[in-house]
């Protein structure tokens, strides 16, 4: 018993040897040019085996490195110079070392990811998809580049038509996809009754695309997230930038400020020509525009490694026809927010954010047959996230959200009966998380997302615990897997049998309906076949309960407007991706099952899709040269058949009985809802790019040829004549843009 005491001594001196014996580094990676943070670069000791990726904002962390000792830093990121780096680690304290990365010359060669698997070993990120703005540049074009349009090559989205950028994952709705651009919600992200998307490329620093699985930080919605961090601006010179496309034309301008930096984005389209290989040749008078500006400020005198930042984001489109025989649409979004993030002498990091986010759209019938709608959003929304990082590697996350929401929607069916729906509400939620990352081979997220107080009735003291896990089983195979609940209490009203749904508007679900609830499950494996041959595998189940879906029966004013539903999806994912020297080529295919119940009635919902393939392959010619290739291919999609027509008569006096007053309208007979399939659809895009590198002036031109084979894809059937409307036919387009 005497010797307990000095073993309990010697355990603690043990520990306190140890903790003097490792010490911290942290540091931002950002580009040496325009001081614009690097997220997703690669931070590597060799010697140790061991390193970090910068988040999205450019931050890396890598803790207990052995103390009093000199290292080798390699910093790598794709399209910039390898650096490499000496620096000392002090015992028991946090070392920063900010780096700064020099972009790559136009003689740009083989892509580098240095220690890209020692890093990512213990991440717990099954589902997740990083998309760098050098891959959203690479794509082919269907205009210009559109981040949202690119999302249809990740396995596990899909989408109905070239005509839309509206997606759907994993068996998802579309409203059931959050978007967010600087942490605020957008809540129509489209240009164009839906072509494109409201986001410029030009303003995007990094994108992070949750398929699945999503941990209990992200809130409110059911199927995916898009996390979208716009650019800073340049830190370090004033410069400019513009660009058109045979659509619209572009104008960036950044530069610094007393301790800081602001970035200002315009965009505007001239020319409607272009759309119409979009819309089956039919001249459309669309109209859009958006435009974005962003502060950021950061003074150690004030506040030490505080950033404070205020974003602004206006968007609009204004469809007006000069028939009046044809409707016009008309909708906007108005984004403004303040963040305030904060760094700590210790591993500790916060983030505190307040926003507005204001959508409006209507749909105007003027003499057309179609009905009128008017939609309105607005969104308040206040929230504060912490994160610790224990000297174990081990993090704590926690957070709240305060949100404050009024929808209002006034709107009619077929059948004559109104709806006007307005529901002002608030939600309150917590969540609380632990990343258990101590162990090399071995990290687990778990967590809670617990709804205090709901937009709902029901929504209210609803816990949403969720879980994910990795497990490296050899230095080649890591095993991962993902489980978790999930709430959300607004959904868009849209017509299963509407063939286009150009406007979905938004509502608070009524307190008649229970909140929608997901279920996922998830398993996956990445396998390196070699250094730079990855296999990846996911298999996921979605369970949906209370999927909010339209009255089709309703009547007279007073019936419910929406009806409770059910969904299930389920389905596997096979990645490849391969690099060798210049080329890069990525492959992905797609065996899914999506289906939907309302009312008894089991269907498959128009964007389920059994197989999808995607084969793209990138080649850096040199010398600026840039080549890509995506050839595409998936199943048909569900369609209701026509199986006849009647005469349907009506009398314009119910007391004038002249048979000559009588007018007949055709009526189309509906077969089951989605019992046929379309024919299969495939098509190759191919994309040229070069960068000329002038002494003031820089330029990028693509060329982009959409539909190489001019394959006739079919798109519906006019409901009223039953004739055939294709998808885009071969589409050569191109862009240029010039930077001083």
Same mark, same amino acid.
């Given at each position: 018993?005497?010797?307990?005491?000095?073993?309990?001594?010697?355990a603690?001196?043990?520990?306190s040897?140890?903790?003097?014996?490792t010490?911290r580094?942290?540091?931002?990676?950002?580009?040496s040019?325009?001081?614009e943070?690097?997220?997703?670069?690669?931070?590597?000791?060799?010697?140790?085996?061991?390193g970090a990726?910068?988040?999205e904002?450019?931050?890396?962390?890598?803790?207990?490195?052995? &103390?009093?000792?000199?290292?080798?830093?390699?910093?790598?990121?794709?399209?910039?110079?390898?650096?490499?780096?000496?620096?000392f680690?002090a015992?028991?304290?946090?070392?920063?070392?900010?780096?700064?990365?020099s972009?790559?010359?136009?003689?740009?060669?083989?892509?580098?990811?240095i220690?890209?698997?020692?890093?990512?070993?213990?991440?717990t990120?099954? @589902?997740?998809?990083?998309i760098?703005?050098?891959?959203?540049?690479?794509?082919?074009?269907?205009v210009?580049?559109?981040? +949202?349009?690119?999302?249809?090559?990740?396995?596990g $989205?899909?989408?109905?038509?070239?005509? =839309?950028a509206?997606?759907?994952?994993?068996?998802?709705?579309s409203?059931?996809n +959050?978007?967010?651009?600087?942490?605020?919600t957008?809540?129509n992200?489209?240009?164009?009754?839906?072509?494109?998307s409201?986001?410029?490329?030009?303003?995007?620093?990094?994108?992070?695309?949750y398929? @699945?699985g999503?941990t209990?930080?992200?809130?409110?919605?059911?199927?995916?997230?898009?996390?979208?961090?716009?650019?800073?601006?340049n830190?370090?010179q004033?410069?400019?930038?513009?660009?058109?496309?045979?659509?619209t034309?572009?104008?960036? $301008?950044?530069?610094?400020?007393?301790?800081?930096?602001?970035?200002?984005?315009?965009?505007k389209?001239?020319?409607?020509?272009?759309?119409?290989?979009?819309?089956?040749?039919?001249? $459309?008078?669309i109209?859009?525009y958006?435009?974005?500006?962003?502060?950021?400020?950061? /003074?150690?005198?004030i506040?030490?490694?505080g950033?404070f930042?205020?974003?602004?984001?206006? =968007?609009?489109?204004n469809?007006? /026809?000069?028939?009046p025989?044809s *409707?016009?649409y %008309?909708?906007?979004?108005?984004?403004?927010?303040?963040?305030?993030?904060q760094?700590?002498?210790?591993?500790?990091?916060s983030?505190?954010?307040?926003?507005?986010s204001?959508?409006?759209?209507?749909?105007?019938p003027?003499?057309?047959?179609?009905?009128p709608r008017?939609?309105?959003?607005?969104?308040m929304n +206040?929230?504060?996230?912490?994160?610790?990082?224990?000297?174990?590697?081990?993090?704590?996350?926690l957070?709240l959200?305060?949100?404050?929401?009024?929808?209002?929607?006034?709107?009619?069916n077929s059948?004559?009966a109104v709806s006007?729906?307005?529901?002002?509400?608030?939600?309150?939620?917590?969540?609380?998380?632990? %990343?258990?990352?101590?162990? *090399?081979?071995?990290?687990?997220?778990?967590?809670?997302?617990?709804? #205090?107080?709901?937009?709902?009735?029901?929504?209210?003291?609803?816990?949403?615990?969720?879980?994910?896990?990795?497990?490296?089983?050899?230095?080649f195979?890591?095993?991962?897997?993902?489980?978790?609940?999930?709430?959300?209490?607004?959904?868009?009203i849209?017509?299963?049998? *509407?063939?286009?749904?150009?406007?979905?508007p938004?509502?608070?679900?009524? /307190?008649?309906?229970?909140?929608?609830?997901? #279920?996922?499950?998830?398993?996956?494996?990445?396998?390196?076949?070699? *250094?730079?041959?990855l296999?990846?595998y996911? &298999?996921?189940y979605k369970?949906?309960?209370?999927l909010? &879906?339209i009255?089709?029966?309703?009547?007279?004013?007073?019936?419910?407007d929406?009806?409770n @539903?059910?969904?299930?999806?389920?389905?596997?994912?096979?990645i490849?991706?391969y690099?060798?020297?210049?080329?890069?080529?990525n492959?992905?295919y797609?065996?899914?099952?999506?289906?939907?119940?309302v009312?008894?009635?089991?269907?498959y919902p128009?964007?389920?899709?059994r197989?999808?393939?995607?084969?793209?392959i990138?080649?850096?010619?040199?010398?600026?040269?840039?080549?890509?290739?995506?050839?595409?291919?998936?199943?048909?999609?569900?369609?209701?058949?026509?199986?006849?027509?009647y005469?349907?008569?009506q009398?314009?006096?119910?007391?004038?009985?002249?048979?000559g007053?009588?007018?007949?309208n055709?009526?189309?007979?509906?077969?089951?809802?989605?019992?046929e399939r379309?024919? $299969?659809?495939h098509?190759? /895009?191919?994309?040229?790019?070069?960068?000329f590198d002038?002494?003031?002036?820089?330029?990028e031109?693509?060329?982009?040829l959409?539909?190489v084979?001019?394959?006739?894809?079919?798109?519906?059937?006019?409901?009223?004549?039953?004739?055939?409307?294709?998808? #885009?036919?071969f589409?050569p387009? &191109?862009t240029?843009?010039?930077?001083i």
């Amino acid at each position: 018993m005497r010797v307990f005491p000095y073993l309990i001594f010697f355990a603690f001196l043990c520990l306190s040897i140890s903790a003097q014996e490792t010490g911290r580094l942290r540091g931002i990676v950002s580009d040496s040019n325009s001081g614009e943070f690097l997220p997703y670069a690669n931070v590597y000791i060799d010697e140790l085996q061991t390193g970090a990726s910068t988040d999205e904002r450019g931050l890396y962390l890598i803790n207990r490195i052995p &103390a009093n000792k000199e290292y080798l830093l390699q910093v790598s990121f794709v399209g910039y110079q390898t650096k490499y780096v000496k620096v000392f680690i002090a015992p028991n304290k946090l070392t920063q070392l900010d780096i700064t990365l020099s972009p790559e010359g136009v003689e740009l060669g083989s892509i580098e990811k240095i220690g890209e698997r020692i890093i990512q070993k213990n991440q717990t990120d099954i @589902g997740l998809e990083r998309i760098s703005v050098k891959t959203l540049q690479a794509l082919p074009k269907g205009v210009e580049t559109d981040v +949202l349009r690119s999302l249809q090559y990740v396995s596990g $989205v899909r989408t109905t038509g070239d005509v =839309s950028a509206k997606y759907y994952v994993r068996g998802g709705t579309s409203d059931q996809n +959050l978007v967010k651009l600087n942490g605020i919600t957008i809540y129509n992200p489209f240009h164009a009754l839906g072509l494109f998307s409201v986001i410029d490329p030009e303003m995007i620093n990094s994108v992070e695309f949750y398929k @699945g699985g999503f941990t209990s930080e992200h809130g409110s919605r059911l199927s995916s997230v898009l996390s979208i961090i716009s650019k800073d601006g340049n830190r370090n010179q004033f410069s400019a930038s513009a660009s058109a496309s045979f659509l619209t034309n572009k104008l960036l $301008v950044e530069g610094p400020i007393p301790n800081g930096s602001f970035i200002l984005t315009g965009r505007k389209s001239f020319s409607n020509d272009i759309l119409k290989k979009f819309l089956n040749e039919q001249s $459309v008078p669309i109209d859009f525009y958006d435009a974005s500006f962003k502060l950021n400020y950061s /003074d150690d005198n004030i506040i030490k490694n505080g950033r404070f930042y205020i974003f602004g984001f206006l =968007s609009g489109d204004n469809l007006e /026809d000069d028939d009046p025989l044809s *409707e016009d649409y %008309k909708w906007s979004n108005n984004l403004i927010g303040f963040e305030w993030i904060q760094i700590y002498d210790m591993p500790l990091f916060s983030r505190f954010g307040v926003s507005l986010s204001k959508f409006e759209g209507k749909v105007i019938p003027n003499e057309s047959e179609f009905k009128p709608r008017t939609n309105t959003v607005e969104d308040m929304n +206040l929230s504060f996230d912490l994160n610790y990082v224990w000297p174990s590697k081990d993090e704590l996350g926690l957070g709240l959200e305060i949100k404050l929401l009024n929808t209002k929607l006034v709107q009619s069916n077929s059948q004559g009966a109104v709806s006007d729906i307005e529901e002002f509400s608030g939600n309150f939620s917590l969540y609380l998380k632990y %990343k258990f990352l101590r162990f *090399e081979d071995f990290g687990v997220d778990i967590g809670t997302r617990f709804n #205090l107080a709901g937009l709902t009735e029901g929504g209210g003291l609803y816990p949403e615990p969720r879980i994910s896990m990795t497990y490296r089983l050899f230095p080649f195979l890591t095993l991962k897997g993902a489980a978790g609940l999930y709430q959300q209490e607004v959904a868009t009203i849209s017509d299963e049998n *509407e063939v286009i749904s150009l406007f979905e508007p938004w509502t608070i679900l009524p /307190d008649y309906l229970k909140p929608s609830r997901a #279920l996922h499950l998830t398993f996956g494996t990445d396998w390196f076949l070699a *250094e730079n041959f990855l296999f990846k595998y996911e &298999a996921y189940y979605k369970k949906i309960e209370n999927l909010a &879906a339209i009255n089709e029966k309703k009547v007279f004013d007073s019936d419910p407007d929406l009806v409770n @539903g059910n969904g299930e999806a389920y389905g596997s994912e096979f990645i490849i991706n391969y690099s060798y020297n210049r080329f890069k080529i990525n492959t992905s295919y797609s065996l899914s099952w999506a289906y939907k119940e309302v009312e008894g009635w089991l269907f498959y919902p128009k964007f389920d899709s059994r197989h999808s393939f995607n084969f793209g392959i990138e080649y850096n010619i040199g010398a600026g040269w840039s080549a890509n290739a995506i050839w595409s291919y998936s199943s048909g999609l569900p369609f209701t058949p026509m199986i006849g027509f009647y005469d349907k008569y009506q009398t314009g006096n119910f007391f004038d009985v002249n048979p000559g007053n009588y007018i007949f309208n055709p009526y189309t007979i509906l077969g089951d809802k989605n019992i046929e399939r379309l024919p $299969v659809y495939h098509r190759l /895009d191919f994309t040229l790019s070069k960068k000329f590198d002038f002494t003031f002036i820089k330029m990028e031109l693509d060329l982009s040829l959409i539909n190489v084979y001019d394959r006739e894809n079919i798109f519906y059937f006019k409901r009223d004549t039953g004739e055939r409307v294709n998808m #885009l036919p071969f589409l050569p387009t &191109a862009t240029l843009k010039v930077s001083i």
